[in-house]
């Protein structure tokens, strides 16, 4: 079993920056790939970025690419997200997941989810 608790989500303006964390516990971290997906109302839950085991390969959706990085400290079982130049669009409840199947990055199907932190972006 694995439980995960996003953090850092928040109110801001075009433009701006946020790090959200995501804490894991209940299995050695480094046995699980972490993803990041996100879900705005009204619409589909959608992958946003995804590390492996040890941060040695990452993965994002294009709409984040250049703006976004995900990165993992191993030492904390922690996984984060930098989000730079927010937008709008990028309002959403951003939500964690891990599993133990690099194939699984990106599934809405990952086995294990946090409950989701609020990322609001005005214009």
């Known amino acids: 079993q694995v439980q995960l608790v996003e953090s850092g989500g928040g109110l801001v303006q075009a433009g701006a920056s946020l790090r959200l964390s995501c804490a894991a516990s209940?299995?050695?971290?480094?046995?699980?790939?972490m993803g990041w997906f996100r879900q705005a109302p009204g619409k589909e839950r959608e992958f946003v970025a995804g590390?492996?085991?040890?941060?040695?390969?990452?993965y994002y959706a294009d709409s984040v690419k250049g703006r976004f990085t995900i990165s993992r400290d191993n030492t904390k079982n922690t996984v984060y997200l930098q989000m730079n130049n927010l937008k709008p669009e990028d309002t959403a409840v951003y939500s964690c997941?891990?599993?133990?199947?690099?194939?699984?990055?990106?599934?809405?199907?990952?086995?294990?989810w946090g409950q989701g932190t609020q990322v609001t972006v005005s214009s």
């Open positions: 997941a891990a599993d133990v199947q690099l194939r699984k990055i990106g599934k809405t199907t990952m086995d294990y």
């Open positions: 209940g299995r050695t971290f480094n046995s699980l790939v």
């Open positions: 590390i492996s085991w040890t941060g040695a390969n990452t």
